[in-house]
Structure formats: C-alpha cells, structure tokens
C-alpha cells in the first residue's frame, strides 16, 4: 500500500526481493508461521526418526509414540475446528466429538469393508458383527463403503450434512447461547444412544473394529503408520491454513462481528444464520476429517466417541489453549492430551481432579488462555513500567 | 440324625394325636385302610393337613424305611408332620406312598370339604379356587352343596365362578351359554383364557352360537383390559415424570429462575443419594427412619454444597453463561472423582424400607408398586412446597424480585448476593432431596447425576424457562410420551424419537411451553 503512495521518490538502484508468503506470515502473524514452521519440521522428523534411525538408539521413535503424537494432531485438527466456531463465532458446540465420531465412522466401515475374508466368519460382503447377528444382506447405508473415493467423500458428508440439518433448524430459529450448547449436547447424546443399538447396523456396543488395511496397505507396518501420521499432520496443516484464512476474509470478519454483536450484524443487514450455518458446517466437516484420520491410527471407533463428556473436553482443550486464535486451540489440544496421557498412567485417580480443576482455574483466572499469559504479562508490565516512568517524571 | 427323626416321630404318635397316628400308619396300609386314614387326617383338622393330603394326591408323599414321611417340594424335602423343611437321611430309598383311582376320588373329594367347611374364608377361597384347577363330578357336586350355606360374599362368588366354569365344559351347548350369561362381568385372567379359547383358535366351541356368546364375552373384557393397559401405562409414565420433576425441579431455580447454568446439578442429586446411603449405614436397624431423616440430612449436604458453589465460583462468573457452563461442568468431575475416592467407583445398595416396597394390586392387569406411588406423591409435595416458598415467603419474593430486576431489588435494599447465595443453595437442597428418592428407584454410583443432567435441562427448557409449572407439566409429559412410546419402539429407541422431538421443539418454540411473559421475561 505504501508503494503507491510515493510515485514521486527516485528510483532505487538497488531493488529488494519482495518478501516471501513464509516471510510476510511470520512478520504478521508470528505464532501461525511458528506453528506451521514446527509442524512442518515434526512432519519431516519423525519419520527419520521412526524408520531411519535404528532401534534402541537414544533418538529412535518407537511406533507407540508415532500413534500417539498422531492422535494428539487428529485431536488438535478438532480443537481447531471447534475454536473455528466457539472462539469465532460464539457457537459453543457440546456436540461436535458427534462430527468426529461420524467421519470416524465412516472411514471405519470403509476399513470394515476391506477386510473381506479375513474375518472370523471369512464372509467376503458381510462384516463380523452382522454375521453374528444372523444378517442376510447388506445394509442400504453400507453399500459402495468399499470404495475408497466414496467413503472419504461420506468422511466429508455425513458430518456435513448432520451439521447442516442441524443447523440450518437451530439458526433459523434463532437458537443461541447456552440453548444451542444444550440441544447439541442433546444431540451427540441421542447419538450415543442410537450407536449403541445393534439394530443401527454400526456394530452395536463393540462399534467396528480388526482392521487389516487401507488401500491395500497393511495398517500394522511402520511405512504405513507414517504415511498416515504425515496424512494428518498435512491435514492439520492444511485445516489450520483453511481456518485462518476463513477467518482472515470477509466472510471472517462478518463472522467475529455476529459472534461481538449478533443483532447490530442483523439489522445491518447480513443474512446472520447464513454465515453461521456455513461456518458450522465446515466446522463439521473439518471435525470428521480429524475423526477419519484418527480411526485407523487407534484401530477401533465406537459408540463411546459420542458420549457428551468427550465434546466438553474438547471445548477445555480450546479454553486452555485461548479461544479465537486457532494455534491457542492446537497448543491446548496437545497440552491437556500430554497431561492426560501422562497423569493416566502415573495417578488414574488424580486424572479428573486435574481436569475438573482445569475448567475451573482457566474460566475464572485464564480467559484468554496459555496462549494469552505472555501478552498480558508483557501488557502488564509495561503498564507497571509507564507508571514507574510517570512517577518519577512527576 | 435320621434315629433322632424316626424317635421323635415314634414319640408324638405316643403322645395321642390323631393326625400323626395315622400319617404314620399310612406307609404300611392297604389302599381300603388308605382311604381310612386319609378321613381321619381329614378331620384331625391339623393345619398339615390339606397340604399334605394334597401332596399324596400329587404323588409327593414319600416315606423312608422307617416310615416316616416327607413331602416333596420345589425347593427340597419337608417334614410331612410340621411342614418344616428337613433332608431325608437317604434321598433314594424312599419309598412314595402310591393312591389308585379310587383313592384319588376320595381325596379330592376330602380336600374339597376340608377346605369347604373351613372356618376361614380365606381358607374357604383357597379351597375353591384350588378345586378351580379341576373340577370333576364330585368337586361341582361339593360346590353345590356348598352354595346355599355359603355366608361369606367373596367365598360365594369364588363359587359360583367355579360352578360356571365347569358349566362351561358341560355337553349341553344351552349349559354352555347359561354359564357363559352368568360369567358376564367376571374379568379374572382364568375366566378371560377360557373364554377366549372357547371363541376361536384349535379348541374353539363346536356350537357357533356359544362361539359367538364367547367372542362377545372376551371382547368385552379385552376393552376393559386393554383400559387398565392404559391406566398402567399412564401411571408408568407419571412415576417416570415424576423423576424427571424432581430431578429438574431444581434446576428449574437456579436455571430457571436465577439464569445461572449448573451442569454439576446431576452431581448435587447424586450427593443426595448418597447421603440417604450414608444415613442408613448411621442407623442399620431403622432403614425407615434413616430414609426419613435423610430427606432433610440431603438437603442440608447439598444446599451447603450449592451454596459454597455460588460463593466461590458461580459469583464470579454472572452474565457470562457458557463460562458459567464450563466451570460447573469442571466441578461435576471432581465431584464425581471425590465421590469415587471415597465410597469407591462401585454402586452402593440403599435398603428400601418395608413402607416403602410391595405391590398395590388393584385388578388382574393394574398393578402399583409402593415406591412408584409414593415418589409420585413425594414429587408432588417436593413441587407444592417449592411453589409455596417462591410464592408465600420473603425469600420467594426477593428471589423473583431479584430476578427480575437486580438493579431495581438492589436500590429497594434486597442484599442481591445473598439472595443469590439462597436461592443456589435451595436449587442445590432441592437436588439433594431427589437424589434420596432416586435412591429407592435406581442404583446410587458415582455416574448418577451423568444419566439425569440432560434430561433435566431438556425438562425445565421444554417446560419454559423460569416457569415451575411448566417444569411439572413438561416433566410429566415427557414421562408419559416415553412410556407411551416405549411398547412400540423399545426403550432406547423411544428415549431416542423423544430426545430428537424435543431438540426439534425447541427450535420452533425457544422458549418452551409456557414462556414467561411481562415483568418476569424482562430478567432474562
């Protein structure tokens, strides 16, 4: 912009390159270039790490830690998904491990179909669980499962059109705040519920499980769980770069101005439950990718993914991060996970202590979240230093 | 053992009683002497009697070699003497006391009059009803003879049932219908299965006019039935509802009234039950009084708990309803975990109290469990004094007021925190009285607030928002939908359609059933 403003000034001898987008994201916006910079260096890393260097050697990463930091990237790529619409919108979903579990779902029955006859029963249509129910055919709903495209395409649908339902009733009707927050945790409860029967033909209270391979590949190999671990974290990447970028347009901006004033946005003139039902059902859809990703690294999906506890706690991965800035909610996902992973193991008891006291201590004492302790403290301090400084001028 | 048994026997039988001489002659008798005895243990009028004779008829009197005799039950051998129970010294060696035809005659007919001249009508029914079972020539014949000196209008009628019965079964179709006319108004299962085989199916009646009588007959009965059907599932519904009402009930004033989103509500009922088990484990002896007094105990625990809830940490938080939300959500965890660490993660088992179990059996369909009908009223009176203290007291009036218009109740002098702090505690209270009542219904663990938050919440939205009347109504119609729902479509299902109903409902009408209107909706 300021290039424009001095046609006039004598031409330099000597032109700088102009910066690079890498450049430009740094000086802008530093914590989206540090973040994408260490997500890049971890995606290229650790398969050096897993497949190169020999086991037993300090630096080897064993398969277990592989999977584990793959899902804690599937859960960040949620936590993002839900800041997209708490932290910018003002959506709290206390559904959305519902778009998580159904994009899980999805990619699950595709890895059900390929099974095959590998199956306890070996029969090559019907997955285990309806020939121990004594099914004679396959389900409406499961037919073209076994092929590939259409199944991510149901990744993507399924939650997508769920949220689109869903919303497009809720926003019409001008349902907000702690009602919308009530009725999605309805919503991801009767879910639970529905999962549960064996009549849904999603394998009842076992859910899907005894994956052999994607695409041919066996899931068990290393290769395999590294491509997968690059899949999600490329997803990741690309879902935080979408996100900001949404949030960065003008669609962003109408955004974060219904979520501060959602009538004043209304009788300006901007059609409210359009952009939040788009919003959510992107939202959705990004939350089923993270769900299909997630499936074949742990292995099983079942009606426990739907239970509305798991929402909540995805929503206090994003407080505890620091809502509405997208990397808060990713640092947040892989801190509270971290702690989990860790305190499970060393004091199963003190687990939910610890969590409880998290909700509490981050609404009343850290609304802005880890992320937001370093600006205030730096905002703070340099109040406490222009006072010193007015002091003693006076 | 088994000398001990055989002398004890041998010295009763010395000690003259009629009964036991000739019990214990049986096993050694003919059939003519059989037959003989069996008159004399008859009128022996022993209270042993008419069991054992029945058993002999049944083939379950068996003697060992020493002849003494046991009757064979369900559950094991008894003592054919004192009917206590008692382990023959050989199981196998004992021998049956046989009957013939003609013996069998003769004790059926003997039972009958045994129990027919009874002087206990209970007894007189317990004869009738047992002769019921198969009524040949001889039982119709002792009815008969019965009848016109029968007093007692229950024996009477039990009498005249059996009379028709078996006139259903005569050769003369005319006899037929007779009994079939005389039957009308009699609804009992019995008469019902038997009507309606005679109407239809293998063993129909080969006179289509009695058919015809019949199907009328068991039309009837089935309108009748398929009312107290109705009835049953409609207080089905209401005992469900009237959880729900207790459950949401508070709720209903800290989200209803105060605005103030307590997702550790489901935990504050769960304190309460288990408060109602800490109470019994306190008093062992008196489970009664331990429920009774537990009522109170739970309010005190959980008030104190709402209470020191707002204090700390929903004070903070006032016009920010989702922080609100996720910082009691964070208590209801370590709620949950406080429990489990104490009482452990395993269900504790509260007693019911003998008031408290029992069925109400009203006709042969409609039957009332006590702790159904009791947690019903209890909802009721929880909901009538909660309404009484909103409406009648100056807590009532300053908690509306300041719901109403805080800054308005703050400049007339109402010290707004304390009203706050009240008004939580009472929501809280509220919780802890439900969750003892709940502690009669279901298993008291540390999930038990989990399964009722969402219920609950879904209750006092769908009722509208600060209306306790419309939490009762909602509650109960919720209760009274699932139950309804529930033979069609099965339990889980029918909590399903209706989880699904109310999110669509609540979309077309935000504010519930009965939005609040004027001053009062300008609160929120």
Redesign the interface.
Known sequence: MSTAAEPAAPRPAFKPAPPTPYQVMMREDRPSGVFLTVLAIVTLLVPILHLAVPEGHVLHLSGYTVTLIGKYMCYALLAVAVDLIWGYCGILSLGHTAFFALGGYAMGMYLMRQIGTRGVYGDPVLPDFMVFLNWKELPWFWHGMDVFPFAMLMVLFAPGLLAGVFGWLAFRSRVTGVYLSIITQALTYALLLAFFRNEMGFGGNNGLTDFKDLLGFDLKHPETRIVLFMATAVALGAGYFTCRAIVRSRFGRVVQAIRDAESRARFIGYRVENYKLWLFTFSAMLAGVAGALYVPQVGIINPGEFAPINSIEVVIWVAVGGRGTLYGAVVGAIMVNYAKTVMTDALPDAWLYVLGALFVVVTLFLPRGVVGLLPDLKHKLQTLRQRRARAIST | MFCLQAGAAMAQAAAGHEFDTAVAALPTASYLEKEELAGRIARSAHPQALTLLRGWLDGKLHADAAGHAYLEGEGGYTDALSGAAATPASPDELEKIGTNNRLRKALKGLLAQFGLASAEPGMRIEAVREMRRELDESAVAALQARLPQETDAAVKHEIELALALAGLASEEPAQRLAAIASLDGDRSTEVYNRLSRMASGDEADADAAVRNAAGAAVRSIDSWRSFYQGVETLFFGLSLGSVLVLAAIGLAITFGVMGV?NMAHGELIMLGAYTAYVMQLLMPQNTGLALLLSIPAAFLVSGAFGVAIERV?VR??YGR???????T?????????LV??IFSANNRPVAIPEFMSGVWQINDVFSITYNRLYILIFALMVFALLLGVLKRTSLGLKVRAVSQNRGMAKAMGVRTDWVDAATFGLGAGIAGIAGVALSQLTNVGPNLG?AYI?DS??VV?FGGVGNLWGTLIGGMALGVVNKLLEPYAGA??A??LV??A???F???K?RGLFPQKGRAAEGH
């Open positions: 989103i940490i903070h938080l309803p989702l922080e609100t939300l996720l910082a959500f964070g208590l209801s965890l370590v709620l949950q975990q489990r660490s989990q969402i919440f879904m939205v889980v299902l909590k399903i989880l699904v109310l999110i669509l609540i979309q077309r935000p």
